[in-house]
């Protein structure tokens, strides 16, 4: 089993930068494709990227392809989305992931969720 606690969210002007990490406990970290996912008010959740195991795969949701970029350090047990050029609409709750199977941008092949973290976007 792994834990997830996410960190890094906050409050950034249309344009700028946010860092998001997400840090596991357990063994097995490296064993885990990991996922990134966002939650905005009134809306479903959806995919934003994921990562295998290795690092060596890496996805993103054509939203924001070329604007984020997902990583994974399986010593330190994190994984991070690098967001930059942030719109007003990428403002939401994200949420960190792991799946024991292979990843992909569908919320039900994911295990662990972490609690979240806010990412706001202004104008």
């Known amino acids: 089993q792994v834990q997830l606690v996410e960190s890094g969210g906050g409050l950034v002007q249309a344009g700028g930068s946010l860092r998001l990490s997400c840090a596991a406990s357990?063994?097995?970290?490296?064993?885990?494709?990991m996922g990134w996912f966002r939650q905005a008010p009134g809306k479903e959740r959806e995919f934003v990227a994921a990562?295998?195991?290795?690092?060596?795969?890496?996805y993103h949701a054509d939203s924001v392809k070329g604007r984020f970029t997902i990583s994974r350090d399986n010593a330190k047990k994190t994984v991070s989305l690098q967001m930059n050029s942030l719109k007003p609409e990428d403002t939401a709750v994200y949420y960190c992931?792991?799946?024991?199977?292979?990843?992909?941008?569908?919320?039900?092949?994911?295990?662990?969720w972490g609690q979240g973290t806010q990412v706001t976007v202004s104008s």
């Open positions: 357990g063994r097995t970290f490296s064993s885990y494709g």
């Open positions: 992931a792991a799946s024991t199977r292979a990843v992909g941008a569908a919320t039900d092949e994911y295990d662990y």
């Open positions: 990562i295998s195991w290795s690092g060596r795969n890496t």
